[in-house]
């Protein structure tokens, strides 16, 4: 598995459920925000990473659909019934635009 393509996709769908008058994402890189996070190794990014994917292949979703865009609607209805993973991908983002911002 490629972390840092999980790591990517992880990123667009998060910033995805919060666009527009709260973060404006454009210009931002979120290949490199990736990249960075997932090389840096922090432990919140390989940690949340773990728990995505540990209950995405609980929930019966293919681990290869990790590193493609986040569409089925089965994602979904999984961060909204787990809010732990919401949490998780809070953590990536957290840590990705620190390490943009330094």
Do not use: C, K
């Amino acid at each position: 598995m490629n972390h840092v393509l999980i790591a990517a996709q992880a990123l667009r769908y998060r910033l995805a459920t919060v666009r527009g008058p709260v973060v404006d994402d454009r210009t931002w890189d979120l290949d490199a925000m990736a990249a960075a996070s997932v090389t840096a190794a922090e432990p919140e990014v390989d940690g949340a990473i773990r728990r995505i994917a540990t209950a995405w292949v609980d929930a019966g979703l293919d681990a290869a659909d990790l590193a493609d865009p986040w569409t089925d609607p089965r994602i979904d209805r999984l961060f909204s019934e787990r809010p732990d993973l919401v949490d998780a991908l809070d953590d990536m983002v957290r840590t990705a635009t620190r390490l943009h911002a330094a």
